[in-house]
């Protein structure tokens, strides 16, 4: 087994088709069917059922097909390795970011490495946190930045900064007269959430879950539970970072959280094995250059990072 014949069935697993697989790899269909076959012959295993529709991984196929990307990922790894300082800061960068962070550093991101370092392709996608992780695990994105703690010991977690979660009040609800919301206040009333599609989540349903304030939003823009609000009525949650994006207008919807303050950690995070230092630490000085110092102070370390 040759690892060009790992990146054969990993492009017939992307494009689900044996001819445009072939024409990917610059190869006759028939050519890429009998070096398939060939691999299938010595795992002595079926890779692809061939009478699906588009063509799909078998059970064991998809084992084969995940472990054939981080085998390529570590291969790729060790020619950068061999890279100059200067190399390494070319080349493509993915990140995978969760969806309440992107709007405020995707754009940022574009910015400050686009200026600095032009011979780096980047590419960003939303993802959920879950997806993010195995994408990660899979080597299928170089970089993730999501809200911690990832609970993984496959990844390390960087933590970038520090936000307190705000609530988007109605001037039609009671709690829109107090200068701060308590936490008894907020548990005590339906709150407008995106998860598992957009719906009103009820007082015992907070409590008794125990919902993190991140799974407020999960899959879903904090943009769209502001307009809800506005039309609707009722409570949201935002994170602190988000309160910018509100209109002059409705600023004054936004009232602090507290008894407790509740907040979240965003972190960079990578495999324990990632090596790429000189990309890593330059999404970190773009984060550094697009977040207010005051949410980075106590969390973004100083100084450039080492693996």
Request: charged share 25%.
């Amino acid at each position: 087994m040759t690892l060009q014949q790992l990146r054969y069935i990993i492009a017939i697993d992307k494009y689900r088709h044996f001819g445009k697989a072939a024409e990917a790899c610059s190869l006759t269909q028939s050519t890429l069917s009998l070096m398939v076959k060939k691999i299938e012959e010595e795992l002595d295993v079926r890779l692809f059922d061939r009478d699906a529709h588009p063509v799909a991984p078998t059970e064991m196929g998809r084992k084969v097909i995940d472990q054939a990307k981080v085998v390529l990922y570590h291969v790729d790894q060790i020619t950068e390795m061999t890279r100059s300082e200067k190399e390494a800061l070319t080349g493509p960068l993915k990140i995978a970011l969760i969806s309440t962070v992107a709007p405020v550093l995707v754009p940022g991101l574009f910015k400050y490495i686009g200026d600095r370092y032009p011979s780096i392709s980047l590419q960003t996608e939303e993802m959920l946190t879950d997806t993010i992780k195995d994408k990660l695990r899979k080597a299928e994105v170089d970089l993730g930045i999501l809200a911690g703690p990832v609970n993984d010991p496959g990844l390390l977690e960087i933590p970038l900064y520090h936000e307190r979660f705000l609530a988007y009040v109605s001037p039609d609800n009671p709690a829109y007269t107090q200068e701060s919301i308590r936490m008894e206040t907020l548990l005590g009333q339906p709150v407008w959430i995106i998860r598992n599609g957009l719906r009103q989540l009820e007082p015992s349903d907070l409590k008794e879950r125990r919902f993190t304030f991140e799974r407020f939003f999960e899959g879903g823009r904090v943009g769209i539970l502001i307009q809800v609000v506005n039309n609707n009525g009722g409570i949201t949650i935002v994170p602190e970072t988000h309160s910018g994006f509100i209109l002059y207008s409705q600023q004054n919807c936004l009232r602090p959280i507290v008894d407790p303050v509740p907040g979240r950690t965003i972190s960079l995070v990578i495999r324990a094995d990632y090596i790429h230092e000189a990309k890593l630490n330059a999404v970190v000085d773009a984060v550094r250059n697009i977040i207010p110092g005051t949410l980075q102070e106590g969390v973004i370390r100083k100084g450039k990072l080492s693996l």
